[in-house]
């Protein structure tokens, strides 16, 4: 049976020029993926070259401040005055930031640098997937997008080996200006070949006091929810009471309240609240959020779970989660393809959200004795779970929306994937913390320390029990005389507690899961248009009312 032709995207060019913007993109997506690797291994190097221990986790918390703050705008933004020069300017931010940040002589300014950088890097991600929205069709899109999924599991890899080869051999420095000969490049080639793709019809108005409250709301709780993994003097994490945490916390639900308000009333707003009445749109927001919010917990707690349990260096750790990383990169691909192929994405997704959550659970069997074999194997099903979602929840929520909407509901899905694995990694820092000293008493006492030891050991500061490096060693030399016996059985006895309280966090990942299969299930599967113009094919025709075209101005399916 002969397969119906390929449908016609909104962009028409040769099939050359979109290969070679899609490469363009994709490089500078890898750009902004790969900073956050590669710099998190030159970090420690870098903060004891410039000598501010003090100031490390702001380091990456101004990058993760600017890159998510503007990320709805540089959507917005792309729709009303075209993907082109808001890429172009993205990537040149991106790189001047990079470049000073290399140049950087104290803490302050590399903070500052980081900034800027940021300011480039929420470019990056939500107009490269709208690029590919606006040369592919709907049907189309789904064997690029899988790429950006690839390229996000990639740079995991390629990341702890790049940026601890050059900061061991070459210099810390290069670890930014690495980035700038691939920036350029990319540069180029968008500047060259992608046609600017601005509505025709779209208002140049834009929504100044919407940008101004949403910036206000988002910056409180992204520094609340950081301060919740920073440690007091006493190295205590700063409670969830704290006004540095639920403070901020709370003055952020009041302002982005107020965003609601003025959002509802704008012309032109940065973030368009008609667009939820999908309930598709919003179901996949909410699946998105939850998703990210169980995922990145497991890709940050696995390697300390491998440094401070197994004892084993930074960028081994990086790649002993391989297996999470290769079915991410197989299951974005492959997903793509089969979406592309058949037209469907429900039940893909179902079983998507049901795998996520059948690896979760295992993890939650995790301790300091589970072999290398049977974790694998667990990290494997995660990454299978998890790969689906960074390519067809774009191709869902762009062919949920009518295409002068793409820009921005494309950076929609990006704002909530950053800020759910943002929230799940606050909490689940928490429940480590909590977890672990509750449970280590009775771990040191099945590790051979007596009771009466352990009864009299003293509380607090727990961070220094769950770093990395020799433990037992640690112990000898700062237990009295008669306990420095035991430093062999109470490191055991540590490493069991901390093994189990990282375990424990797997949970949130399967309550996560459940969530975004609840939301998966309740989303209506819309056809995959066919076309970007006002007509729909005999088999779609049913559901014409509910289909987005170009020239609707309203949301493309029924109000939930």
């Known amino acids: 049976m002969l397969r119906p032709a390929a449908p016609p995207a909104p962009v028409h060019l040769s099939h050359r020029a979109r290969l070679l913007i899609v490469s363009a993109v994709l490089m500078g997506l890898f750009l902004s993926a790969l900073d956050q690797t590669i710099v998190g291994t030159a970090l420690p190097t870098i903060v004891t070259d410039l000598g501010?221990?003090?100031?490390?986790?702001?380091?990456?918390?101004?990058?993760?401040?600017?890159?998510?703050?503007?990320v709805p705008m540089y959507g917005k933004l792309s729709d009303l005055f075209g993907r082109r020069p808001l890429l172009l300017i993205g990537i040149s931010i991106f790189l001047v930031g990079s470049a000073l940040s290399g140049l950087s002589q104290n803490m302050a300014e590399l903070i500052l640098f980081r900034g800027i950088q940021g300011l480039?890097?929420?470019?990056?991600?939500p107009i490269a997937l709208a690029v590919v929205g606006d040369l592919f069709s709907p049907r189309e899109r789904g064997r690029y997008q899988g790429l950006f999924g690839a390229v996000f599991g990639l740079s995991f890899l390629v990341g702890p080996f790049l940026g601890g080869y050059i900061t061991d051999n070459i210099s810390w420095h290069w670890v930014f200006y690495v980035n700038v000969p691939i920036g350029l490049a990319a540069l180029v080639v968008i500047a060259m070949v992608l046609p600017n793709t601005r509505q025709p019809n779209a208002s140049g108005n834009l929504d100044y006091l919407g940008a101004l409250t949403f910036v206000a709301g988002v910056v409180p709780l992204l520094i609340g929810l950081t301060m919740k993994g920073v440690t007091d003097a006493q190295g205590q994490l700063y409670g969830w009471l704290d006004w540095r945490v639920g403070g901020l916390i709370a003055l952020s639900a009041v302002i982005l309240g107020l965003f609601l308000v003025v959002e509802?009333?704008?012309?032109?707003?940065?973030?368009?609240?008609?667009?939820?009445?999908s309930a598709t749109y919003s179901a996949?927001?909410?699946?998105?959020?939850?998703?990210?919010?169980?995922?990145?917990?497991?890709?940050?707690?696995?390697?300390?779970?491998?440094?401070?349990?197994?004892?084993?260096?930074?960028?081994?750790?990086?790649?002993?989660?391989?297996p999470l990383l290769v079915g991410l990169i197989g299951t974005s691909i492959g997903a793509g393809q089969l979406v592309s192929h058949t037209g469907r994405y429900k039940r893909l997704l179902i079983v998507s959200a049901v795998l996520l959550g059948l690896g979760m659970f295992l993890m939650t069997h995790l301790t300091a004795q589970t072999g290398n074999l049977p974790l694998w194997t667990w990290m494997l099903i995660v990454g299978l779970g998890v790969g689906p979602s960074m390519s067809v929840y774009t191709v869902v929520v762009q062919n949920a929306v009518p295409m002068s909407r793409l820009g921005v509901a494309t950076s929609s899905l990006t704002f909530f994937r950053q800020v759910g694995g943002t929230v799940g990694?606050?909490?689940?820092?928490?429940?480590?913390?909590?977890?672990?000293?509750?449970s280590l008493p009775g771990q040191l006492v099945r590790a051979g320390v007596p009771r009466a030891v352990v009864a009299h050991l003293p509380r607090g500061n727990s961070s220094q029990l769950t770093g990395v490096g020799n433990l037992a060693a640690a112990?000898?030399?700062?237990?009295?005389?008669?306990?420095?016996?035991?430093?062999?059985?109470m490191a055991q006895g540590i490493h069991n507690a901390l093994g189990l309280a990282i375990a424990q966090t797997f949970w949130l990942g399967v309550i996560a899961s459940g969530v975004a299969l609840v939301a998966v299930l309740v989303m209506r599967e819309l056809p995959l248009r066919t076309t970007m113009a006002g007509h729909q094919p005999p088999a779609a025709m049913a559901d014409a009312a509910v289909v987005a075209t170009v020239s609707e101005p309203a949301v493309p399916e029924e109000v939930a």
């Open 475 to 489: 112990l000898r030399r700062a237990l009295p005389v008669p306990l420095r016996g035991l430093a062999d059985v």
């Open 52 to 70: 501010g221990n003090s100031l490390y986790v702001w380091v990456v918390t101004a990058y993760l401040l600017t890159s998510t703050v503007t």
């Open 425 to 438: 990694l606050a909490i689940a820092g928490t429940m480590v913390g909590s977890s672990f000293t509750t």
């Open 264 to 277: 509802a009333r704008a012309k032109e707003p940065i973030l368009p609240l008609d667009l939820f009445r």
């Open 284 to 322: 996949i927001q909410v699946a998105t959020f939850f998703l990210s919010f169980g995922f990145f917990a497991a890709v940050i707690l696995l390697p300390r779970y491998y440094q401070a349990v197994q004892g084993i260096s930074a960028t081994r750790s990086g790649y002993m989660i391989w």
């Open 120 to 125: 480039g890097a929420g470019a990056l991600f």
